[in-house]
């Protein structure tokens, strides 16, 4: 008889460190599963997570005006009973993980009540936050807390490469422990890889958002959805190395100039700074076009810069910024489709499961909300982390690809050159507004790429060379995606010869 191969095995196997994941992981192992969660992250500060800002929307008791602001920001583009679920269930996982379990210490007010926060297009102040450093203070800790908890193990700087299926079924993944990757077989899998930020020249996401778990799940036949729905943040620094100017400050009374010092936003929206994002970037992008430089006067604010955004007064001064006007500039910041999962994270596949952002659940529509990312990842966490659990699948050895020896002399030149040419073909053909030719030069452009990705792949295997292929994937399906959806709304902004006309002659 053969010998099985060193493997290991799960009850549930989760995919990404961030809150969707650390949310999954907790909730399957309160229901007595043996979980491992693996990331490739090295530190916390790896995940998304941990770079968000503004907070957590609640519903503040009041789930029918969040889900007015949801539906409003999408432009009635999200589904009404996913954004149901997210609403309904809001502020009590908000209470049971954030508060409970984790004990998270939200900004309060001198009387000892949370200190909500405002960000565009929500109608009241419902959002919980930490400084604008919310993502830390919650990572940090949810990850302390798996640490410590006797059935969950967390291996970081361990990649996943590949899914394992079996008859139409995934039974776990190979993970980079072994040269020739190393079976992780697990009863569920659940992908919580995060997003897409290193496919774009610039972005508010660590580099490892690779697009990994989108790419993985679609190669393995799982339906995806809504990839053309890519959102830009209307205000990251503009320079280099740029960071984001939470929308907190515009809830707080920050406002937009353009060169000349004058406000422009009124001109766009009626609700002029607070429009929902997809619009305030437009308007970003194209007045500084228009006149060479928008900045986020942060003078205007309610409470003093310095104590009230201590981080970001930081970033600012390390970028040699004193004053009060902060250049900003549209930047990809998150991905509001992915894989389509049902309301507990279910895939089209059997055994795959997917929460957070690397998913499309239906909540954001074609443009989110700000503050809703956290509580997606969160409340779609926990319900599939029930749901795993009660579909009462044990791990199965089966037979598991078997990759070639890790080369580790991936010329690093061969990954950075690729890796330039697909982000400026995203950041030119992909980005805020697009045309349908020029989404039909980026697809043969990234179709020819990913020939090339290929080709080295079938001598070479390595981390970074899958993350290549990774975003080669996701990025294809998100030209796809655009391609193939020819109507103009939310984050994805057809421009063509008849909206030009049309906008000149209503500007007449
Ligand atoms: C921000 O702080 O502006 C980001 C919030 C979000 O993306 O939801």
């Known amino acids: 008889?053969?010998?099985?191969?060193?493997?290991?095995?799960?009850?549930?196997?989760?995919?990404?460190?961030?809150?969707?994941?650390?949310?999954?992981?907790?909730?399957?192992?309160?229901?007595?599963?043996?979980?491992?969660?693996?990331?490739?992250?090295?530190?916390?500060?790896?995940?998304?997570?941990?770079?968000?800002?503004?907070?957590?929307?609640?519903?503040?008791?009041?789930?029918?005006?969040?889900?007015?602001?949801?539906?409003a920001a999408s432009d009635g583009t999200a589904d009404p009973d996913a954004?149901?679920?997210?609403?309904?269930?809001?502020?009590?996982a908000v209470e049971d993980v954030l508060l409970e379990t984790l004990e998270i210490p939200f900004d309060e007010r001198e009387n000892g009540a949370f200190d909500y926060a405002r960000e565009a297009a929500h109608s009241e102040r419902r959002i919980l936050h930490v400084d604008a450093a919310t993502g830390t203070h919650i990572l940090r800790p949810f990850l302390n807390y798996l640490d410590d908890h006797e059935r969950v193990e967390v291996r970081q700087d361990t990649a996943v490469l590949e899914l394992i299926t079996h008859e139409g079924r995934v039974h776990g993944v190979l993970t980079d422990e072994d040269a020739t990757g190393h079976p992780v077989y697990a009863g569920a899998t659940v992908l919580a890889t995060g997003g897409i930020g290193a496919l774009y020249l610039r972005s508010t996401n660590p580099e490892g958002a690779t697009g990994d778990g989108i790419a993985m799940a679609a190669l393995a036949g799982a339906d995806v959805a809504d990839l053309e729905y890519v959102q830009f943040h209307p205000t990251a620094f503009d320079g280099e190395d740029p960071f984001l100017l939470s929308e907190a400050l515009r809830g707080e009374g920050a406002v937009l100039r353009d060169a000349d010092g004058d406000r422009f936003m009124d001109d766009y929206h009626p609700d002029a700074e607070l429009a929902?994002?997809?619009?305030?970037?437009?308007?970003?992008?194209a007045e500084r076009e228009a006149t060479g430089e928008v900045v986020l006067d942060v003078q205007t604010l309610e409470g003093d810069f310095e104590d009230e955004f201590p981080g970001i007064a930081e970033n600012c001064r390390d970028r040699g910024i004193d004053g009060y006007q902060i250049p900003v500039a549209p930047c990809e910041h998150f991905l509001c489709g992915g894989i389509d999962v049902d309301h507990d994270g279910r895939t089209s596949l059997e055994g795959l499961y997917a929460v957070g952002e690397c998913t499309r659940t239906g909540v954001h529509g074609a443009n989110r909300l700000a503050s809703t990312s956290l509580l997606e990842g969160l409340v779609w966490g926990l319900r599939a982390g029930e749901?795993?659990?009660?579909?009462?699948?044990?791990?199965?050895?089966?037979?598991?690809?078997?990759?070639?020896?890790?080369?580790?002399?991936?010329?690093?030149?061969?990954?950075?050159?690729?890796?330039?040419?697909?982000?400026?073909?995203?950041?030119?053909?992909l980005g805020l507004e697009r045309d349908p030719d020029g989404i039909a030069r980026a697809s043969a452009v990234l179709r020819r790429l990913k020939g090339e990705v290929d080709a080295y792949?079938?001598?070479?295997?390595?981390?970074?060379?899958?993350?290549?292929?990774?975003?080669?994937?996701?990025?294809?399906?998100?030209?796809?995606?655009?391609?193939?959806?020819?109507?103009s709304r939310g984050c994805h902004h057809l421009v063509t010869e008849e909206s030009t006309a049309a906008e000149s002659t209503a500007d007449d």
């Not at 009462?392 to 991936?410: G, Q, Y």
Request: glycine share 4%; with cysteine.
């Open 1 to 71: 008889m053969s010998e099985t191969p060193p493997h290991d095995t799960a009850d549930v196997l989760v995919v990404g460190s961030g809150i969707a994941g650390c949310a999954a992981a907790l909730q399957a192992a309160r229901e007595d599963a043996e979980v491992l969660l693996v990331t490739k992250a090295e530190r916390p500060t790896d995940a998304s997570t941990d770079w968000a800002q503004g907070g957590i929307s609640t519903a503040r008791g009041d789930p029918e005006a969040l889900k007015r602001d949801v539906l």
């Open 83 to 92: 954004v149901d679920v997210l609403v309904r269930e809001a502020d009590a």
């Open 276 to 285: 929902p994002r997809d619009v305030v970037a437009r308007a970003v992008a």
């Open 387 to 429: 749901t795993v659990v009660g579909c009462e699948a044990k791990p199965r050895v089966v037979d598991a690809p078997t990759l070639r020896d890790s080369d580790p002399a991936l010329p690093e030149r061969f990954a950075a050159e690729k890796f330039r040419r697909l982000r400026r073909t995203m950041a030119e053909q």
């Open 457 to 487: 792949t079938r001598t070479r295997t390595s981390r970074e060379l899958y993350e290549l292929r990774n975003a080669c994937v996701t990025a294809l399906l998100i030209a796809r995606a655009a391609g193939e959806n020819a109507e």
